[in-house]
């Protein structure tokens, strides 16, 4: 890896890696970090060019984010570890999922998508007229005319990526996710920025995957983390993921 991960790590146990969302870092699972981590080693990681975590120089995808996390988890000797990711976090935990499934032990994808169209039609359209107001900003770094300082170039260069993010990717088939044989909760809110058809999609594909659809927006984890931590403790208690424990 070009870089080194931050991350937060508290507790003893089995490891619960935790990833975040766009834009977002490490601190936004702070109740997941407190209630877990009196059972679990939980680690919350900061997502390339994200937090503390630097840019580097490799691609700025998520296909990129699941390498990173393949290394990040090598390097830490963690063999197998229960993944819980959130919005593009969980994009990136799919991803991963599909290309080492033998290194995850449960897997919990909070407001995740698979393609773009995922999301609601507003929270698209909205997202894409911010990607394309900055990315025209960002031009203005390579124009004579309207040149921008270094700082605000930087700035508007990394704001492009994240919203690019969102706005391009991913690309999963829902068909992919059939080889899936992995304990799995999709979990969303009832006014997520995903559309609720699609969480289902997510849920019905991946073979014998745990739904629950709670009261709340996108940030379930955040602004109702006491009824999600309920619901992911159950899981996580189920007989699907602990039998699977004594198997393995």
Do not use: C, W
């Not at 840019?55 to 000797?77: C, K, S, V």
């Amino acid at each position: 890896m070009d870089i080194s991960l931050y991350y937060q790590e508290k507790g003893t146990g089995e490891a619960l890696i935790l990833l975040h969302g766009n834009g977002e870092d490490s601190g936004y699972f702070e109740h997941q970090i407190r209630f877990f981590s009196e059972t679990y080693r939980v680690i919350a990681v900061d997502t390339r060019g994200h937090g503390k975590s630097p840019r580097g120089t490799a691609p700025f995808t998520l296909d990129q984010f699941a390498t990173d996390l393949n290394e990040f988890m090598e390097t830490l000797q963690i063999p197998k570890a229960i993944i819980l990711g959130f919005s593009d976090g969980a994009n990136i935990a799919l991803l991963f999922a599909l290309k080492h499934p033998e290194k995850i032990k449960a897997l919990i994808l909070n407001g995740a998508n698979l393609e773009p169209e995922g999301m609601k039609k507003n929270s698209l359209t909205t997202i894409r007229k911010k990607y394309y107001a900055v990315k025209r900003v960002a031009a203005r770094s390579e124009d004579g005319k309207h040149r921008l300082s270094d700082a605000k170039a930087a700035h508007a260069k990394h704001k492009m990526e994240l919203l690019g993010l969102m706005v391009h990717e991913p690309h999963i088939k829902p068909d992919e996710l059939s080889a899936l044989q992995i304990p799995a909760l999709v979990i969303a809110g009832t006014k997520d920025m995903i559309r609720q058809t699609h969480t289902t999609l997510i849920a019905k594909s991946i073979p014998d995957a745990a739904l629950a659809i709670i009261p709340g927006d996108h940030f379930i984890a955040a602004k109702e983390a006491v009824r999600f931590n309920r619901e992911v403790e159950q899981f996580l208690n189920s007989p699907q993921v602990t039998e699977r424990s004594r198997l393995t």
